[in-house]
């Protein structure tokens, strides 16, 4: 019941509103993670990540774990915003591939479009789950890609109560 009221409430808070609870969530905020961005269509989200002294690894560089945390949950959650409260979705399963130190402000950008929203539709139509992967590329701020994930979604239409 609680989780069904904090949905509702997210799906007409503002945008702005949103990027706040993101930003003082504890996991995000402890590792430094902050979303700088949501469109208004909640089809865009970019997040940042800044080296700080918390998020520092032993050899200076930024932690793998919140290099990661940078990608949790937001295709998710943009998935849910755009295909409603009629389907289940979960980020089941994720894959990291650390290409070099990230040692400068970080970024993630995550996009969905029409297209997505579409596949996902059509393969869901007959009640069916619909596993699929979408990947993220996280840069620095001179555009080198530090780490690529992959993120694998579940997505089913939910079941008649």
Not at 63 to 85: E, K
Not at 102 to 120: M, Q, S, W, Y
Request: glycine share 6%; aromatic share 14%.
């Amino acid at each position: 019941m609680i989780v069904r009221w904090l949905r509702a409430i997210a799906e007409r808070t503002p945008t702005w509103v949103m990027r706040l609870f993101f930003n003082i969530y504890p996991p995000y905020f402890g590792a430094g993670v902050e979303v700088e961005e949501i469109s208004k269509d909640r089809r865009y989200l970019r997040v940042a990540l800044k080296l700080r002294f918390y998020n520092r690894n032993y050899v200076g560089t930024q932690f793998g774990g919140s290099i990661y945390s940078m990608t949790d949950p937001h295709f998710m959650y943009l998935l849910i915003n755009n295909l409603g409260p009629g389907y289940v979705v979960w980020d089941k399963a994720a894959k990291i591939d650390f290409i070099k130190p990230g040692k400068t402000k970080l970024l993630a950008e995550f996009r969905i479009d029409d297209a997505l929203l579409n596949e996902v539709k059509a393969r869901t139509a007959n009640n069916e789950k619909y596993i699929f992967d979408l990947s993220v590329t996280i840069k620095d701020i001179h555009g080198e890609t530090i780490a690529e994930v992959i993120k694998t979604l579940y997505v089913r239409k939910k079941k008649p109560a």
